[in-house]
């Protein structure tokens, strides 16, 4: 069936996805916001960069124990009031407190929503993982252009100051208001969400839910083979969310120490149109991926991956165009995978709420390491982004040829088994 015309069988559902689109957007812009002023961060609690970037990895996971609806409002909720406070933290101790609590709650909201998208809209989920990440795109395209009003200008030759200068002596700061705007914004989206709730608790799941469970008890795939395959996609997600996510935040600080010596609102301009790309590319798949198909959609956007970093990593230290194509191309082809790797998987395994949790976490894992190594190096040794961001690229086109092999021999194994019914 076509993504419009699930819309219009399960109306109710509908609903409900789209006011958690809208939850969404704003874990985009809390999530963006952080890496944009990582640097005022970073003069508020007087401190160096490769500490300063302890607070960016956190995040936390779902649970299967209690009603999904209900731990993403209290998630939602505690998060905005949780990020509220992280411009008010006066020590790196209190700030990276602050940041795991909001990114664990963050967790529920990112992780949980993916899951309970498979829940919902079962085989037909694919369109629908696309356009939630869509969302996450937008809010973190919002995110930086909120804060770029406020972030505090500082030249080059002030860099040395941001180790021994305290927030006391910087009247002008005005990290916190981008900070209150989002979670305004994020209490705005609980009280929706809250009422749709009640108007409408039941959480059935989607029809081709059950089916796809039956199925799975007749698969030819073992369980051996299954947690093969499930190893192999979490490597996979490990390095592709390490590179998608380390790209998008520690992009402005990675423009601001190179060689090209930008400043920080064009480096925040240039992660809002990585953040652009990657959002608006990915609102087009929604609609063509049923067409195109998963295996196909990866292929061409692991394609341009790789092309994004030949360009980046020999000139983007030198040449502001080439950064600016990189970062363009980074953006198209980071943008849709993660939608179409699950819709790749369920071509030939059955994704339970516990699998892809697993899977989730092993992406908040790659969130959490990736930015953290690059965070430890960039300022004395900036090009260490664009090797990492390499590295990551290589890695996971590799992890994904092996899969595409399994996937082909299920599928021609399970071809052969049907024909030989009839």
């Avoid at 508020?44 to 209690?66: Q, R, W």
């Avoid at 798949?285 to 360009?311: H, P």
Wanted: hydrophobic letters at 50%; proline letters at 4%; one cysteine or more.
């Amino acid at each position: 069936m076509s993504f419009f015309s699930e819309l219009r069988a399960h109306k109710y559902n509908s609903l409900k996805t789209f006011v958690l689109y809208l939850m969404i957007l704003i874990s985009g812009m809390n999530f963006a916001i952080v890496g944009v002023t990582l640097l005022d961060l970073q003069v508020v609690v007087n401190t160096t960069l490769d500490k300063i970037t302890a607070i960016m990895p956190s995040n936390g996971f779902a649970s299967d124990f209690i009603d999904i609806q209900i731990l993403l409002i209290i998630a939602a909720f505690l998060t905005s009031i949780s990020n509220a406070f992280i411009p008010w933290n006066n020590t790196l101790i209190s700030l990276c407190v602050n940041r795991a609590i909001s990114g664990f709650l963050g967790g529920f909201i990112v992780n949980g929503g993916n899951v309970w998208i498979l829940h919902l809209w079962g085989t037909e989920s694919p369109p629908f993982i696309q356009a939630l990440h869509f969302a996450f795109g937008c809010g973190a395209l919002i995110g930086p252009l909120i804060a770029e009003p406020f972030l505090l200008e500082i030249k080059h030759n002030q860099h040395s100051l941001l180790n021994s200068t305290s927030v006391r002596a910087i009247p002008q700061l005005k990290v916190h208001y981008p900070y209150m705007i989002v979670a305004s914004f994020s209490l705005i989206v609980v009280i929706i969400f809250g009422i749709v709730y009640f108007i409408r608790r039941s959480n059935d799941p989607h029809p081709t839910r059950k089916k796809v469970v039956g199925e799975n008890e007749k698969s030819s795939v073992t369980f051996l083979m299954h947690c093969v395959i499930v190893f192999l996609s979490c490597s996979f997600l490990f390095f592709y969310i390490g590179l998608e996510l380390s790209f998008g935040t520690m992009l402005t600080t990675y423009v601001v120490n190179s060689d090209l010596k930008l400043d920080k609102s064009t480096a925040s301009y240039m992660t809002s149109v990585y953040w652009a790309t990657f959002t608006f590319f990915r609102c087009f798949t929604i609609f063509v991926i049923d067409y195109i198909g998963c295996k196909n959609l990866l292929i061409s956007n692991l394609f341009l991956i790789m092309l994004s970093n030949f360009i980046l990593l020999p000139f983007g230290n030198s040449y502001v165009w080439c950064l600016w194509i990189g970062i363009i191309l980074m953006g198209f082809g980071t943008s849709p995978i993660f939608g179409a790797f699950f819709g790749f998987l369920q071509e030939f395994i059955f994704i339970s709420s516990k699998t892809a949790s697993t899977l989730f976490v092993a992406g908040c894992i790659g969130q959490f390491v990736i930015p953290y190594a690059i965070g430890n190096f960039v300022d004395k040794y900036p090009p260490i982004f664009l090797y990492i961001s390499f590295i990551c690229g290589c890695i996971a086109c590799a992890l994904f040829t092996i899969l595409a092999f399994i996937r082909g021999h299920y599928l021609n194994r399970r071809e052969e088994t049907e024909s030989t019914r009839f």
